[in-house]
């Protein structure tokens, strides 16, 4: 352990962001560095660092007192770290000093004062002191001293750190109060129970990167105020959510805060949901991610050094870094932790139709029949809040949805499914023995509680409400007994979670927010927060979970109620909620800036392991237009959660309500996504097993060319469908980059060999460009009106070949709705491949769903010579082949079950 003590008692060791050693020894030769995290105390030494310098920090300020002014101007102004983040607060030098704090205003600074802090911390600002550091099974633990008052109430004197390094790429570093517990997230991370080995790094290894550089910025942990800061190794950042913003984040002094909350999605605003997740690009492509395990009130804010800095109200420092070093694996490796996606129900991945709106059963039913009329495909109509009592959950309006069971019905005589929606909220103000939800619920004391103990009264969509308290057990059985009640008069398919921040039109409740110290932090990032859970732990601490805890008591609920899939979307999420639900981007707008800002927030929720996902097609509120709707279903066929929904009061946006111009464009786009469906079904097979994302940005295939790294305006399906979506009114065109290689037009097969470039692309209203990537197998299928249908068509499978002409592909099937169906063998499981000009389908895993299916067509693009024979297993075939190098077998009426050669000379 001689590097160890080396690296924490001489600070000039600590090295700088990007700096390649610490003890003159090439960082790869180090285990202790801070810049490779695989063989596990590899990142102690950038925070053990960082600790030994506020030490020495602490030591010379405590003789020298205020930090001169030519020392702290002689600091950068982008390696300014805040020390006066309060909100709306007047900093005077007065204020900043009494902090110890270097102050420096405009016009001492460089001019450059959008966002630089005027109050900042000097080199050495006093925090903690590291003490015994002992070795454990999976790492380290040691504790941490503070020697000094910092300025926030209830700083808590005496931390234990403690280092874990659970695999080769993951390392769990927590720091918490050394004397009383604290709270802590109650996540299910699977157990490790096997130390990681310590592997050296080749000299050749491109990696020479600090990921994480703390010494910049002190630890502050008090009772309620929580900081640290570090250093990035670039300003390629992603993640951070839920906010609207690009995908790649702005560093320009951004601070984003972290607190549920029911708002329509505006730009520098937190929003329905709290996912405290970052990946990084580093300048060699690599990529590596962090996530910080905490459910209370935070904020990150950005600097252009690049820097981030963590702030928080409660809880624990409670850190997971992942190595990676391709950011496919970064977002494999997090989702180990918070847990893998759900399998979705096959029909959840068709198109489904919604309105706050349709006034009647019999206006919903009769936009499901205009949709049938007009062949467009359908598998799910939904129901806003109109359709129940006086809005109150689980009732239905007799008079004007007294028809909604025989819609239900006939929706499942033509192979559709129905979705209502519910709000947490429970009506309070019905006279006792009539609303059987509250009774039963007050009866059983499953509301949250105000401070006195009494059911905290807040105000949503019915009036007054009650709030579930999803913490407790006992209301997920009270939950699953309403569902149940209700289901024996609407057999519906599906749940839709909204409103649940959970959202309060009131401020805290009916009777205010309270004076305590839970509504009242002395950094003032928490709304009123009166509410308390029976439990131990108050609402300041569960807020932002109630999102993920109501969709774990409906996914489980309606697994017993079914004994199917659950399909549920909600609009507040937290880590882990893929395992339960999907997500879409809340009350957007119909503008063409709302539709483009889909993208990103699509592709953040890639990231967050939340892949059923998408945002109101044609938008929520306002009136569309039919360019704007046309385009927008262009798109959203590509969404990996579909559906188009609108408010009352503004006109119909369904397909039927169009020109026939603009209906048959839509139709066309909704089919291209029913083709495609068992490849996106194959994806999700792929998010369910290992993580992968199914929205994927450019950079996920491309990580070495820096071009993808800011694109957000286009996006992959898997590794080989690259969407072009146009975003802009009045335009016949649209330009999209390419990265190097070869790629298809879907459509045709023409090919484009790009060098790595934009290029210019017709895209008339009746066209969406999509292209296929070099080496990618398709399986797509004949649409058909709905999955039901759609999946006994025929299969057509499209290879496009890459330059030395292969290409691979696989399928997942099953019967698209039973659970566990993988776990239980109960699949069929199919590998493409090309090479030497023969294409080959190899049956890795067979059940009787794929029995019923056939493969009719061969398309393989990119043939350079036109064949002279073609045969189907030993068997010569016709064929066609067509000048852009594209050849077609056809009528091959091939068992999807069985392993299948197609040879071409």
């Known amino acids: 352990m001689k590097s160890y003590q080396k690296l924490t008692t001489d600070s000039t060791q600590v090295p700088e962001a990007g700096e390649d050693n610490v003890d003159g020894r090439p960082l790869c030769h180090q285990k202790l560095s801070a810049w490779w995290l695989g063989g596990g105390l590899l990142m102690v030494a950038a925070l053990l660092s960082g600790v030994t310098v506020w030490v020495l920090g602490q030591i010379w300020w405590s003789q020298h007192g205020t930090p001169p002014l030519a020392k702290c101007v002689s600091i950068p102004e982008d390696l300014r770290f805040d020390c006066y983040p309060e909100r709306n607060t007047v900093v005077t030098q007065e204020l900043c000093e009494a902090r110890g704090c270097c102050f420096v205003d405009s016009e001492q600074s460089s001019g450059s004062t959008n966002g630089v802090p005027w109050c900042f911390y000097p080199p050495d600002f006093p925090s903690y002191t590291l003490g015994s550091v002992n070795e454990t099974e999976l790492g380290l633990v040691g504790f941490l001293t503070r020697k000094a008052k910092a300025y926030y109430p209830k ?62 910025a002190p630890l502050f942990f008090a009772d309620q105020f929580l900081q640290i800061s570090t250093l990035l190794p670039s300003s390629y950042l992603y993640g951070l959510g839920e906010h609207r913003s690009n995908f790649l984040h702005s560093l320009e002094w951004n601070t984003l805060t972290f607190w549920a909350r029911d708002v329509p999605p505006t730009e520098s605003f937190n929003l329905y949901g709290v996912h405290p997740f970052y990946l990084v690009m580093e300048k060699t492509g690599a990529a590596h991610g962090v996530f910080l395990l905490n459910s209370n009130a935070m904020e990150v804010a950005l600097q252009p050094a690049p820097a981030l800095t963590w702030r928080t109200i409660g809880g624990v420092l409670d850190f997971y870094i992942f190595l990676g070093p391709d950011p496919n694996l970064v977002v494999q490796q997090y989702q180990q932790v918070i847990g893998f996606p759900a399998m979705p129900p096959y029909w959840g991945l068709g198109f489904h139709l919604c309105r706050w709106g349709y006034g009647s059963s019999n206006e919903t039913w009769e936009t499901v029949k205009a949709m049938r009329n007009f062949q467009i495909p359908q598998d799910a109509q939904w129901n806003d809040i109109d359709y129940m009592e006086g809005y109150r959950d689980f009732t239905v309006d007799s008079q004007k949805f007294g028809a909604l069971p025989q819609m239900v019905e006939d929706l499942h005589k033509h192979g559709q499914y129905y979705v ?67 289901h024996s008069i609407v057999p519906f398919d599906g749940i839709w979670i909204d409103m649940n921040e959970p959202s309060d039109f009131m401020d805290g409740s009916s009777e205010g927010c309270s004076q305590g110290k839970l509504d009242n932090p002395p950094y003032g990032l928490n709304p009123c927060s009166t509410r308390e859970s029976i439990g131990t732990s108050a609402h300041y601490n569960l807020h932002n979970l109630y999102g993920l805890m109501e969709a774990k008591a409906t996914a489980s609920a309606l697994i017993k109620l079914r004994e199917k899939r659950p399909f549920i979307i909600s609009r507040s999420t937290f880590p882990s909620q893929g395992k339960y639900s999907g997500h879409w981007l809340g009350d957007n707008r119909s503008s ?65 309500a169009f020109s026939p111009a603009a209906r048959t464009t839509m139709k066309e786009a909704l089919e291209i996504r029913y083709s495609l469906l068992p490849y996106l079904y194959s994806l999700f097979h792929r998010a369910h097993l290992q993580g992968d ?7 996920f295939e491309f990580p070495k060319d820096v071009a993808t790294y800011s694109i957000d305006k286009q996006f992959l399906w898997g590794r080989g469908l690259l969407v072009t979506p146009v ?88 019967d698209g709705e039973s659970l566990d169906a993988f776990a239980k063998g109960d699949y069929s499981y199919l590998v493409f491949n090309v ?14 769903e794929a029995t019923h299916v056939t493969v009719d067509v061969l398309t393989v693009y990119g043939v350079g010579e036109e064949p002279k024979i073609v045969t189907v297993n030993g ?31």
């Open 592 to 656: 063409w800036k709302d539709m483009a800002w889909s993208i990103p927030g699509m592709l953040s929720f890639s990231l967050f392991g939340i892949p059923l996902v998408g945002a109101d097609i044609c938008g929520f509120s306002g009136s569309t237009s039919e360019e704007l709707c046309t385009r927008w279903m262009q798109l959203g066929a590509f969404y990996p959660f579909s559906r188009n929904h609108n408010t009352q009061d503004e006109k119909a946006q369904d397909p039927p």
């Open 693 to 699: 994302t199914v929205a994927r940005p450019l950079f």
């Open 835 to 848: 090479t030497q000009n023969t294409f080959t389908s190899a049956v890795l895993h067979s059940n009787v």
């Open 875 to 905: 068997k010569e075939w016709p064929f066609s082949y067509l000048t852009n190098q594209v050849l077609t077998v056809s009528d091959l009426q091939l068992s999807l079950s069985q392993g299948f050669s197609i040879q071409w000379k």
């Open 155 to 216: 700083d808590i004197e005496k931390l234990q750190l403690s280092v874990e390094f659970e695999t080769d790429t993951r390392l769990h570093v927590k720091i918490t109060d050394a004397t009383s517990p604290r709270n802590e997230v109650p996540l299910e991370v699977p157990p490790v129970t096997k130390k990681a080995e310590t592997p050296y790094i080749p000299l050749s290894s491109p990696r020479r990167t600090v990921l994480l550089n703390t010494t910049m």
């Open 727 to 814: 975003l802009d009114p009045g335009v016949d065109w649209v330009v999209g980059y390419f990265p190097r290689g070869l790629w298809y037009d879907y459509y045709t097969g023409s090919l484009v060999n790009s060098s790595g470039e934009n290029l210019k692309m017709a895209a008339p209203l009746d066209h969406i460009n999509l292209h296929i990537r070099e080496g990618t197998i398709l399986p797509t299928q004949k649409p058909g009106c709905c999955t039901v249908i759609s999946r006994g068509n025929p299969m057509r499978l499209i290879a496009a070949l890459s330059q030395n002409a292969n290409a691979w592909g696989d399928l997942y099937w099953d």
């Open 420 to 486: 209502m929606i519910l709000d947490p909220g429970i009506s309070s103000t019905q006279p006792p023995g009539s609303y059987w939800p509250y009774d039963e619920g007050l009866k059983r004391g499953v509301f949250i509680n105000n401070t006195q103990g009494e059911p905290l009264i807040g105000k949503v969509w019915p009036g007054l409400t009650a709030y579930p308290d999803f913490s407790n057990p006992d209301t997920h059985q009270w939950w699953l007994e309403n569902l149940n009640r209700f």
